[in-house]
């Protein structure tokens, strides 16, 4: 298919596109959002919702300007609608303006409007018990194929207006390329399926823009009869172009919801007798993917509408042999996964037990579990749980914050302390909640602050004692100008400087006892020094009178 | 997309493949349009590489004619003879750089005295001489010089020869063993493969979008070599959208070789490999007395294309590959009965161009299931590898039988190991035998020859998912219980193993 | 006649695609359904980032394993058999 193109290298990893995708047909792969082209139904939700305008639908008009210029006839079916967005022109007015771009003519889809309508009235003639479904929404078609299979019976099995137009097209002029010309894209894939006897189907977008490129203008023009079957683009438009039967229960529903929960009710029997409309774009056709850029309330478009459509004339066309049409099951179906697959999801995104499942929708998915079971399918990412990435990114900083042993504080421009860790609460005995606001200088002289973040300088380091903490710190102060903060880090080298203390008082008195020793030493040395001059001055004395007496008795001899 | 081929000459030959795949596309076969593409190929104005452009657009029709399928003679390779320059081929010739020297070696070293020096120049006698290049290798001025032709340098088998008349190159279709090697090497074009490209064409277009009869495409996996900005899984899906049914590597066909050769080496003591039609032709037309020991199996494409045929009874199967010998395997042998059509990477690059298909830019798609032993088998030594690993898994030890194999890269080396095993003096038990230098990555069709590919294909290989032969060989065999993949009678068992593992 | 397909690409086989493929033939033996239901192996359906990839008919199935074979036996199979 590819219709639904998508540039990846603007995708910004948001996930609104999820959120609004009625049958969540996109998927997440490295960051990069991607439509499962087997589950998308075209409602062009997603092109809407992009703010990075990643995603939007083929531009077939290239491949309709070489239909012309390859020679065939090419006629346009022009849907309804037209009335809306091309600011009530008329038809005439459009067709003059389509046959100068060179298409052989243009008619208005409203004619096979016309006759599918008569074929519901016939359906529903001889009244009904299960309810019938109108089938001229391709994207309802294919929601129901691709999703809702079992309500295909539900269907009424007749081919959608675009469809029957063109076989009545090919009954006039066989052989002619039939391009229609709407508010829609899904109808570009109605245009490539088997059966289709058209070949492209371009929007008012396309062909606005191929008008300015031609430098066309739309000239006003005289104005044609109002014809009933141009309401099928408002909701409840198709109803007000059957004849109602008695008996029969007429349901107009539009937009996503409304339409998945009445297929839904269907099925379980509540919508019993009912002729149900439904159209799958909030406000039926004209609030289709183009409307949105219309600058008109729905409102208003609505009366753009029934301007040409009001009235109880309709148009006189004899049907197309053949209106039926089958819709074949195209759902593919996803196992469900077992409940051991998607608690290891949950693991992984965090999710201990039910009351971390926040179903805050943020990943586009309505709860976690729905997101879950995505992951399983390999449409989505652990990591687009925001709540989860956020509680692992503070988590990580926190616990760093909280464990290191350093007291650091955040001060803001006005030297009021923004933010504290334990640490910090523990060195100065506080309370985050006492400090947090206030200004620094209850805890640290401010000065420091000051000098810094006029130095101009980005750090600066010096040692501080705090007297009333009896603390010693190793203050490193770093100023961030584009955040506005200083951030101190205060290491607590107390310790340190009480043991180096304690080492030089210990070292003053080992010296000191060095000295004694030496003092001692020399005072026993002179004390040794006098005993052995008092013996040795005696021992003189003694053996001079030693010596007087053996010298005396020589002489008397 | 800048195309990169090696030549201009392939460009050539690319430019008019596609023409002719347009047309077919378009189902404009007629004569009048095929009359269109030579002007439109060689414009008005000057010629870009003949004499005039009326010369070149007689070639073109040539090509054309190639294209379309050629002459139906039992060969697919065919020469051009308007094409064909008559390059000259006079041998051993003196050109003007002799100085006439005093030395005159060249005179000196010739073993036949072939050479005289006339009015100081040196003359060669060409009766005389037996052109044995003596006196090439000893001038000092380089002045002797050899011409020859390149195809017939290129051609190892020697199955080119000059017609005396006209000059023309001349294959001789008993020697000729279809390798392409003088398709790649004539830098006239002047030697090309016949095409079936039309004919798979209408193949895939008649299948009506595969639901009357499924189209497999069987790629070779030098596949994995052959574009620089894209990987093989892109070329997978390219290949895909041409509209096969499914596309399947003749890897997972070079497995099951693998695994059943391993069985015959061991029974038969001496192989050699039967992958390459080239050296298969040459055992046939050159060494006949060696063809009972040609492996018994079917090629890697042959096996597959089999395969297929048990799996999906009503298939037509196409070999897409380097080769241009396979092309005769396909026409002319057994394989026949199992593929339909070989087609080469430039005629697939031409389908391509014709249907906008850029594989640099298509989304990656699957290729399953053949392992890295498979895949390998696209570079030289690649079988041998496969065999040794093939026997460990079967479980076969040293003592039973030990693989001793010599890998010939090229016909040259080929042609020595064949010459030792005729004279009983070959220490190998298996030849592998690839008559493409480097293997089926240096194929004469292939779009790019540069020293990376060995490198992309071993890389190529390592990506598979399936670790074993055994692992590849048995999704076979869940595809088809009644296989004998094995070759050893081991059938639908597997019913009663899960029964009893739960 | 409706046709069980089971993809046998690398990828699927890496999962199990051949237990499912065995238990979902001892199924239909189990319910004697030889002649309604055919179990068949084929080629690579292009769904490989899925889990085990099977068709039931037309219908793709995705994310099977070894464990929820009966449960599409039960879910898928049966009520198009009767």
Known sequence: ???????????????????????????????????????????????????????????????????????????????????????????????????????????????????????????????????????????????????????????????????????????????????????????????????????????????????????????????????????????????????????????????????????KDAMAGKLDGCFIEMSFCQGSCIGGPVF???????????????????????????????????????????????????????????????????????????????????????????TMCMPYMKKRAESFSDKILSITPDAILAVDMDLRVQQINNAACEMFGVQPSDIVGQSVSALVDEFDFVDLISSGEAAKEKFTYLAEYNLYLKQSLYYDASSGIVICIMKNITREKQRQNMVMRHKTQVAGMADDIVDKQLRIVHEIASLLGESAAETKVAISKLKEAVMMENEEQ | MALLFDTHVQKMKYNVLREVAKLAYRDELTPQRIMEIAPRIIPEGKPM??????????????????????????????????????????????????????????????????????????????????????????????????????????????????????????????????????????????????????KVISLIRDSNLNRDYHVYAVVAPSMASQYPNAVPEQVVAGIKALGFHAVVEAAWGADMVAWLEAQELVEKGFLTSSCCPAFVNYINRHFPSLKEHVSHNLSPMAQMAKWLHETDENCHVVF?????????????????????????????????????????????????????????????????????????????????????????????????ALFKKQKGILKENFIEGMACVNGCIGGPACLSHSSKNFAQVDAYGKSSMENTIADAIRVMQILNPALDVKGDGEVEKEIEEIEHTK | MITVSVCIGSACHKRGSYAILNRFKQLVRQHGAEDRVNVAPVFCLGECANGVSVKIDDQLVLGMCEDNVDATWEQLVLPRIG
């Not at chain 1, 999710?351 to 992951?375: F, H, Q, T, W």
Request: glycine share 6%; with cysteine.
């Open chain 2, 320 to 416: 897409i590959g380097p080769c241009i010998a396979k092309k005769a395997e396909t026409k002319y042998t057994d394989a026949g009965k199992y593929v339909d059509y070989t087609i080469t990477f430039e005629e697939m690059q031409a389908m391509f161009s014709a249907r906008g298909i850029d594989v640099t830019t298509m989304h990656k798609a699957e290729l399953d299931n053949a392992s890295f032993y498979g895949r390998i088998f696209a570079r030289c030594g690649g079988l041998a590898e496969a065999v040794t690993e093939a026997l460990k898994e079967q479980g076969v030890s040293e003592e039973q039988f030990k693989l001793n194999a010599v890998s010939c890269n090229g016909i040259a080396e080929c042609k020595t």
């Open chain 1, 1 to 263: 298919m590819g219709i639904l193109q998508f540039e990846s290298v603007n995708c910004k990893d948001c996930c609104k596109c999820i959120g609004v995708c009625p049958v969540k047909a996109i998927e997440v792969k490295n960051h990069r959002a991607m439509i499962v082209e087997r589950d998308c139904i075209l409602c062009g939700n997603c092109t809407i919702a992009c703010p990075q305008h990643t995603k939007h639908g083929t531009d077939e008009s290239a491949s309709v300007k070489e239909l012309i210029r390859s020679g065939r006839k090419v006629i346009a079916s022009v849907a309804p609608s037209y009335a809306a967005y091309f600011d009530g022109c008329g038809f005439e007015a459009l067709r003059t303006a389509l046959k100068a771009l060179g298409f052989y003519d243009a008619r208005e889809t409203a004619e096979g409007a016309y006759i599918v309508k008569s074929e519901y009235e016939k359906l529903i003639a001889n009244g009904i018990k299960k309810p019938v479904i109108s089938s001229c929404c391709t994207t309802l078609n294919l929601y129901i194929q691709k999703h809702y299979p079992d309500a295909i019976g539900l269907l009424a099995p007749v081919l959608t207006p675009m469809q029957a137009h063109a076989r009545v097209i090919h009954r006039d002029e066989p052989g002619a390329a039939v391009v229609f010309i709407g508010p829609c894209i899904s109808k570009k894939a109605e245009c490539e399926q088997e059966e289709s006897e058209l070949e492209y189907a371009i929007t008012f977008d396309e062909l606005d823009d191929w008008l300015g490129e031609a430098k066309i203008t739309i000239m006003p023009a005289a104005e044609s009869e109002q014809r009933l079957s141009r309401f099928f683009p408002v909701s409840g438009g198709i109803l007000k172009t059957m004849t109602q039967q008695s008996g029969v229960n007429y349901v107009a529903v539009d937009g996503p919801e409304g339409c998945m929960a009445a297929v």
């Open chain 1, 292 to 382: 949105r850029n219309v600058n008109r309330s729905a409102a208003a478009s609505y009366v753009k509408v029934a301007h040409d459509a009001a009235g109880e004339a309709d148009f006189d066309i004899a049907p197309a042999p053949d209106m039926e049409a089958h819709f074949k099951n195209s759902r593919t179906y996803y196992m469900q996964p077992t409940e051991k697959q998607i608690a290891a999801v949950f693991k992984k995104m965090g999710k201990e037990g039910p009351e971390d499942e926040l179903n805050c929708g943020m990943c586009g998915y309505a709860s976690c579990r729905d997101k879950a079971i995505a992951v399983i399918m390999g449409r989505a990412e652990i």
């Open chain 2, 49 to 198: 590489f003949r004499c005039c452009i009326y010369k070149e657009r007689a070639i073109i029709n040539e090509r054309v004619s190639m294209a379309l399928g050629g002459e139906e003679d039992g060969t697919v390779v065919g020469v051009l003879p308007i094409a064909c320059d008559e390059c000259p081929v006079d041998g051993i010739q003196v050109s003007n750089a002799c100085r006439g020297c005093l030395a005159h070696r060249c005179k000196d070293n010739c073993p036949k005295d072939a050479i005289s020096i006339i009015d100081h120049k040196a003359v060669i006698d060409k009766e005389k001489c037996i052109e044995c290049g003596k006196c090439m290798a000893v001038c000092p001025y380089s002045a002797i010089v050899k011409h020859t032709r390149p195809c017939v340098n290129a051609c190892k088998p020697q199955a080119i020869h000059i017609d005396q008349n006209t000059e023309k190159a001349v294959i001789d279709k008993e020697k000729c063993i279809s390798c392409g090697a003088c398709v790649y090497q004539c830098p006239f074009g002047a030697i090309t493969d016949k095409s079936d490209i039309t």
